[in-house]
């Protein structure tokens, strides 16, 4: 197959899944896509049970507008049936793999990059629970170990 990711997967087939699972291709999930469109939802469940790793992404263009992964994450737990772990999973280190970025980015561990985000919930499952205002969850945020984003410090500069 040769791709190291493939996404609008909407009408992939059986033997599509095998192939990509042979070949180690990451499939691209795009839940706004499908939910938008009035799509048929890619065979999540099917593509994990065949051993495909599953990615999460946001689809950002005019047909699809939305830039919230945990909207994204909602939506592949409810209309696809992924699992909160499967979509977390599916939103860090799979994606990470989509973009042959895993070596350093998309889990924590010793030597990657210190990508992260504080949730001020009791536990981190909130994030994809809460269908919106997930400013009102979201505490911090880390790139490369650096905080870039605080509720409590202003956006814009006046």
């Known amino acids: 197959m040769g791709a190291r990711a493939i996404s609008h997967l909407e009408e992939v087939s059986h033997d599509g899944i095998t192939s990509m699972a042979k070949a180690g291709t990451v499939a691209v999930l795009l839940p706004t896509t499908a939910y938008i469109l009035r799509l048929k939802q890619p065979p999540a469940r099917e593509m994990i049970e065949e051993g495909v790793a599953v990615a999460l992404g946001i689809d950002f263009n005019p047909n699809a507008f939305c830039t919230s992964m945990p909207l994204i994450m909602h939506l592949a737990c409810v209309n696809m049936h992924l699992s909160l772990n499967e979509a977390l999973a599916a939103s860090t280190i799979n994606a990470a793999a989509a973009l042959g970025k895993s070596h350093k ?18 536990r981190w499952e909130h994030i994809v629970y809460q269908l919106g205002c997930h400013r009102d969850i979201i505490s911090h945020v880390a790139i490369a170990g650096r905080i870039v984003y605080e509720p409590s410090k202003p956006k814009f500069a006046l």
């Open 105 to 122: 980015h998309g889990s924590l561990e010793v030597g990657k990059s210190g990508d992260v985000i504080i949730v001020d919930a009791p």
